[in-house]
Structure formats: C-alpha cells, structure tokens
C-alpha cells in the first residue's frame, strides 16, 4: 500500500499536529484544532441536572411519586437524545478538513463537497491571523490560505491554544514557516512571536 493510500492519521492536538507538520508527507488539518464545542461540554453537564430538577419539583408539588418519575425519565430521554444528536453533529464536524500533501503540493478537502482540491504555487502564501481570547483563556488564530491576486481563497483552521506565551508562539510560529516551506510557498504577515502576543498592540 503505498503512502497515498494509507489511511491520514488524525491528531487532536495541536503538539501532535505540530509534529507531524514536520514528520509526515501528508497530514491533517481539521476546522478546529483541538476540535471545541462548548455548548456541547455545557449541555451535557445539564441533563442529568435538568432531569433531578425536574424530578423534584413535581415531588413538591405532590405529584404521586410514579408520574414524577415516570415524567423525569421522559424529561432525562428528551434531554438525553438532544445530547447525542449534538454529539453526531459534532463528530461529523470533526471529520471535515484538509488533508494537506507536501509532495503533490496540494490541500485536498475532506467532507466538504462544496470546496475543490487547491494545488498551490509561488503566487499562494499561508496566513495567520488571531481569532480571539485573551491571557486568562489563551488565544485562537485563524490559519488561511491566500493568493497573490485572488486574496484569501480557503480558510484552512483555526487553532485554539489554551497557552499563548511567547514560547507557545515561537514554536507555532516556526510550525506555519516549516509548513509553507515544504509546500513551496510564502508566509503571510510579521512573525507570530512579535506580532501577535496577547499583552501587546500592534498600531499600523
């Protein structure tokens, strides 16, 4: 079976990532990395919650203890199949991307029929741009790739560290520069370290 062929690896953090990017003649690229769905992590802390609540106030009310659990196990059924409906979606999301290939040059598009493979060369470069968060809950940037005269053609991913000091952002800094480099093309904008960290602004 040659490399092509063989199933891509799929990390799920962005050290794995990092080191693959570096390793691999193929690697993956979700839509996030590492995959975030807070709402889901919210919700399913709440559906046992939801359901004993619920539970309890039919028994306050005097409701013959039957019904009331009869009513909290349809109401922990309800909350309970939401909950796995939003995990499906969520494991769907997951399984879309970009698988990115350092030989042919060329980021093909995994569960996203509405996007075409993209062979680059010297007229496409790789940005990085901060998406958002702050000191105490790290920072998310926006990885995309742009085009000389077409601007921003893809969004690739959006990578989420929960630890963004100036040592996180060398060695993310240094992983986007060796990922441009094997794919034969540029670096968008000023080096992460000195242009993106959290405590400082940036005026142009």
Known sequence: MSAVERPLPRQRTFEAWATAVQQQSRVWL?????????????????????????????MSVEVPWKWALVSGLVVGCVFGGAFFASRRAQRRRESCGWAVDFQQRKFNPVGLPELSPIEVGPDYSLGCYPGGGGDDQGMSFQLELRHARKGPVASLTVI????????????????????AERLGIRRSGAPLSVQHHPTRTVRK
Request: with cysteine; charged share 15%; net charge positive.
């Open 30 to 58: 979700p839509l996030e990395l590492p995959g975030q769905n807070r709402a889901l992590v919210v919700f399913s802390a709440l559906v046992p919650l939801g359901s004993s609540l619920w539970l309890l106030m039919l």
């Open 160 to 179: 989420h560290m929960r630890r963004c000091g100036p040592a996180e952002l060398r060695v993310l800094d240094r992983c986007l520069s060796h990922m």
